[in-house]
Every structure is written in C-alpha cells, then in structure tokens.
C-alpha cells in the first residue's frame, strides 16, 4: 500500500471515529445520563472512556485538577455536595478562613517591611504615615 494511500485510509479512519454514534463532546452532554462503566485506557495513563447506559460515552484525560479548579468546584458545587459532605465542607471552611487571616497577615507585614526598609531614604515618610493616620481617624 503506498504511503498516500495509507495516509487517506488513517485520515478516513479518524473521521469516521470523530463521528461515531454516541461521543459526546463536552461535559454538559452528560447531564441526566447515567454512567454504567469507567474504563481506563492504556495508550495514556490516567485517562478513561465513560461509558453511559444509552450508548452514549466520553474520553476523558486524567483528572488531576489544579488547586484553583477544585476550590471553584468546591464553591460553585456546595450546595449539591454540602448535604453528603458537610464534615469535610466544616473543615474546608476553617482551612479558608486560616489562609484568608495568614494572605492579612502577610499583606500587613509586607508593607510594615517596605516602609521600615524605605524609612531611611524617605526622612519624609514618617510625617506622611502620620498625616495619614489622622486622617483616619
């Protein structure tokens, strides 16, 4: 078989594959279709087809979520997964507020740090600072 030949028989093959009865595209497809088996696929670790009890199904890369993605999950998902977690949810909630004081804390100590380091070459910082603090008050 020459090579062209070749090449139109695996282009012909991954457009009928592309195509076939059943593949959903996106993960909204999903909604309202129940999942009757995982299966993890061997040419790439981690990644699997979700195969639906209507024939339909999904290929899907292995799921290792950055932190930001699973702290959005966690939000936008409380109130279907808070009911069947609401221990974890607590402990969740206590672990955000310690890093919402320990982002405070840091901020506040970052700029005590830059206006000790500039104190010195900016005699007039410390009648600012006190301007400003009056002005608060």
């Not at 457009?15 to 790439?44: C, N, R």
């Not at 639906?52 to 936008?76: H, I, M, N, W």
């Not at 970052?110 to 600012?128: F, S, T, W």
Request: aromatic share 6%.
């Amino acid at each position: 078989m020459p090579a062209d030949d070749k090449w139109k028989a695996n282009m012909e093959k991954v457009a009928y594959m592309k195509g076939f009865p059943g593949l959903l595209h996106a993960w909204d497809q999903l909604i309202g279709k129940t999942v009757e088996v995982v299966l993890p696929l061997k040419s790439k670790s981690g990644s699997a087809a979700i195969i639906c009890t209507d024939g339909s199904f999904l290929v899907v890369p292995l799921l290792r979520p950055e932190p930001y993605e699973l702290g959005e999950a966690l939000q936008v998902g409380r109130a279907h997964l808070e009911p069947k977690h609401a221990e974890a949810y607590a402990g969740y909630d206590q672990l955000l507020n310690k890093d919402k004081e320990a982002q405070r804390i840091a901020r506040l100590e970052n700029i005590l740090g830059a206006i000790r380091n500039n104190a010195e070459q900016l005699p007039e910082l410390k009648d600012r600072l006190a301007e400003l603090i009056k002005e608060w008050k």
